[in-house]
């Protein structure tokens, strides 16, 4: 049995809103409650959610950029929050991070060169020539050419950002890519071309990709695993295939339908005005078409359903 | 005829000079019917619709027919556009964020057209308001009403923001990617929301996407727009069971589908958009085209009628309506 | 809706150019005046007092006989002087208590704030005058007071221009790559945040020029025989009703001095944010 790739148990997330009053204590809002995952290597593994799911801050957390209130996060085997920073920063060869905003997240003022090479700044055993060489191999390996490496981010369109933002990824050769919405701010075309990209790194250079998304196609084209997030907690998990074709969670079910699709018209949830949320009951029960009175009174946990999958319902589809 | 658009052309100021964003886009709209408009950045798409409602940016250049209820809009000066926009042409813009104040409350902006175009007083503004943000489905409306914009969610916003487009029951309604910014489910209840409201009020909307599917499930023609100028319009379902346009096909074929196999290698078109006024006499798409000829680079553009009200523009398309 | 030809804008040009030539003229006159001037500016004599422009005196004598031509470019040279180390000094320790407060936030950031805060209740040109009147009048004193009120705007701009750097979603990359809070602060955030704080340099040379001609005229700042644009100005004032020319050449310099700073200013801002806003 493999160590596994990526191994996240019970990770909470909460954070401090301001205090109402000077005397009431402050709010808390919990972004993530309690998310465990596993992902092996050679499986890539896809989180869906709209915004407010919580899995940006997943992400984050995966990454060590966000210190979470509990849970434990391992990465082959190795606790990330038990490390001292020295010993992080070299783990942090291991797994990078891919995010959304194509503009923002390359530094203008700095040339593609130097971007690229940023992750390797902290690997000691790479010395200066070796870094020269390692951004060429990784801007070749996203389609781009040597001399790309001199110029300034904003000589390039949003695609071809991307895929410096990806060559910047791969350069330290990391097990695990954290992908925040790679494609989501791309123009169609340019989205394929990304996405082909990314499946010829999974097929030729071995790379697994923790991948989040809210579009379901995007996250079925490249994930094996898939999970579903709403209100900060996976409300189904699975094989991906298996997962869209006939989903066992109604939220999954209301993502599906309402995607919008060329084959059939989007079914849309009847409109009507959500009920008032129940406290300690199932997060989903005020927008559920399905919801019963057990749904408002407790709960339903992560339970497994047999082929791997899933789901957290009291009445699964 | 609501509206009926003729060789339209929008040049934009550059430290370089003027130049064309837009060329040789031609359309009508009657009124009640449903028009989306497709295209990727860069297509033109915005630019379009910002020229009816005369928002361009400044020193942008404007020339050919925009026939509004019998009175061309290039022609109109700011005051007479002022008239115009609120009453008679409604808007909603992609983020409800920026396109709302934050200093007033929601009530307040949404009764503002009122105000302003039917000379309401403030009392019965308010009361029309509220009755328009349940009839867009907003719970407890009154509290919306009074609701600053920072206080709502993201598809509340959109909401109050056509409530604000349809107060004074405006004959056109534009779109400019209204639901990009929102979650899927949200998105999908808001296009319906829209869809429901033009039938009702006999409405005419023209919805900008760049979401070919959005525009295919929403709207009953659809305009597909790449490098400035029109590819290829017609009925929506036809264009799309059928395109017979290469830049249609290639972008129908682009997108991932949910159900597919895992890793399958999709038909990406390659290269990227070049900037609008790259080819000034031939076609934008020639290049990238996967049938480009040598033609295609210096020959203008023809406007090939088809049967069905559909128009396609392409030197590969054959006198039976198909690529050769 | 305009049917004519579209018109291009062009970023700050006017200002840019005229304040860039001021400031020239400014920096040439103290350079000139290290190597040459028409006469020594110290240089009394009583006889040739008080005389009209002509040609040997190009802007005529003042009530010591002391060329008035001269001084006005010597005076060129402490007021650069004085503009340079108190804006250098504001910069310095302002850009590092600005970094820390945007780093380390909470507690930290609140403390140092109010520190700045502090020293701005204070009225400035006051706290200078009472600074050199505790510890001696002296052009040295002088650029000490003026730099220690530099010190919290650079604070408070860095502090809010980091903050905004530090949010962009590159710095969050950079972490991720695994730099340290000092790297990202060098690599990143001060090479973004730099256009802002060289238009409020610019700013704050022509306050230290203002600043320093006040504190010269009241003789807290540059002491005779250091020639001083300030100093000039309040011999000029007895002598009002005999030769106000006298006042009236060390005014034009200072008000010259801070109208090129204050056009270069808003100049760079023009030329700097688009560039960085034009992406592709």
Known sequence: MTVPLLEVVDLVKDYRLARPSWFAPHAIRRAVDGVSLTIHPGRSFGVVGESGSGKSTLARAVMALEQPTAGTVRLDGHSLFDLSSRELRAARAEMQMIFQDPYGSLDPRQRVGRIVAEPLINLAHVTRTQRAARVLESLRAVGLVAADADKYPHEFSGGQRQRIAIARALVTRPKLVVADEPVSALDVSIQAQVLNLMSDLQREAGVTFFLISHDLAVVGHLCDDVAVMFHGRFVETGPAAALFKAPKHPYTRELIDAAPKLEEAPIVAVDAPPRDEAPGGCAYAARCRFAQARCREAAPALRPLGDGRSAACHFPL | ?324 | MSAAAPRPRRPGGLSLRLGAALVALLVGAAALSLVWTPFPPGAIDIPHKLLAPSTTHWLGTDSFGRDVASQILAGARVSILVGFIAVGIGLVFGVALGLVAAAAKGVVEEAIMKLCDFTFAFPALLSAILLTATYGPGVVNAIVAIGIYSVPIFARLTRATANSALAREYVLAARAAGRGPIAIAFDHVLPNIAPALIVQATIQFAIAILAEAALSYLGLGAQPPLASWGRMLSDAQSWMYVAPRLAVYPGLAVALSVLGLNLLGDGLRDALDPKLRARS
């Open chain 2, 1 to 324: 005829m609501l509206l009926a658009v003729a060789d339209l052309a929008i040049d934009l100021p550059t430290p370089d000079g003027p130049r064309r964003v837009v060329h040789d886009v031609s359309f009508t709209l009657d009124g009640g019917d449903n028009l989306g408009v497709v295209g990727e950045s860069g297509s033109g798409k915005t630019m379009t619709a910002l020229a009816l409602m005369g928002l361009l940016p400044e020193g942008a250049a404007v020339s050919g027919v925009l026939r509004f209820e019998d009175r061309d809009l290039v022609k109109l000066d700011e005051a007479e556009m002022q008239k115009l926009r609120g009453d008679r042409i409604g808007m909603v813009f992609q983020e409800p964020m920026t396109a709302l104040n934050p200093l007033h409350r929601i009530g307040r902006q949404v009764a503002e057209p009122l105000i302003l175009h039917r000379g309401m007083s403030r009392a019965a503004a308010w009361t029309e308001a509220v009755r328009l943000l349940a009839r867009v489905r907003l719970r407890d409306p009154e509290r919306v009403a009074r609701a600053y914009p920072f206080a709502l969610s993201g598809g509340e916003r959109q909401r109050a923001m056509i409530a604000m487009a349809l107060s004074c029951s405006p004959k056109l309604l534009i779109a400019d990617e209204p639901t990009t910014a929102l979650d899927v489910t949200v998105q999908a209840r808001i296009l319906d929301l829209l869809a429901t409201l033009g039938a009702q009020s006999d409405m005419a909307t023209l919805l900008v996407s760049h979401d070919l599917a959005v525009v295919a499930r929403h709207c009953r023609r659809v305009l597909v727009m790449y490098g400035g100028t029109v590819m290829e319009s017609g009925p929506a379902e036809a264009v799309l069971r059928d395109a017979r346009h290469p830049y249609t096909r290639a972008l129908l074929e682009a997108r991932p589908r949910a159900g597919a196999p895992r890793g399958e290698r999709l038909r990406a078109i390659a290269g990227a958009a070049a900037p609008a006024g790259a080819e000034p006499r031939g076609c934008p798409f020639a290049g990238r085209c996967p049938l480009t000829m040598d033609a295609c680079h210096a020959t203008p553009l023809p406007t090939i009628e088809l049967a069905g009200d559909r128009r396609v523009r392409c030197l590969r398309v054959g006198p039976d309506g198909r690529l050769a």
